[in-house]
């Protein structure tokens, strides 16, 4: 398998692909529950200033006819998206310890992106 790229433009972002640019809603769900609240927020800092960049570029297709490079950056900018609450909230982790059971989630619905 071939390495993913992102458009020429958002090389800076190349180094968060393999960890980030999760293709589906429960993929994106599970990373936000696996990783410390630092390695989230390292995330966080580096997408947030690229973020209107991103949605910019990616406002020029409809999502069933993104080429591949622009697929990697729409998968990148769903995990921000899905992620970024944490962050956002001020919270100390990524989770309430004991609010909720988040290993009984279950995806039962398709999401736009598979």
Do not use: C
């Amino acid at each position: 398998m071939s390495a993913r790229r992102l458009p020429e433009a958002f090389a800076d972002l190349s180094h968060l692909v393999q960890e980030w640019a999760l293709p589906s809603e429960r993929a994106r769900f599970l990373k936000l529950h696996a990783v410390r609240i630092d390695e989230l927020r390292t995330f966080y800092d580096t997408m947030l200033p690229r973020m209107q960049a991103v949605l910019d570029h990616l406002n020029a297709y409809q999502v069933a006819e993104l080429p591949e490079d622009a697929r990697t950056l729409y998968e990148l900018a769903m995990t921000f998206a899905e992620t970024a609450h944490p962050i956002d909230l001020g919270w100390k982790d990524v989770d309430f310890p004991d609010a909720y059971d988040w290993r009984k989630f279950e995806f039962r619905t398709v999401s736009a992106d598979g």
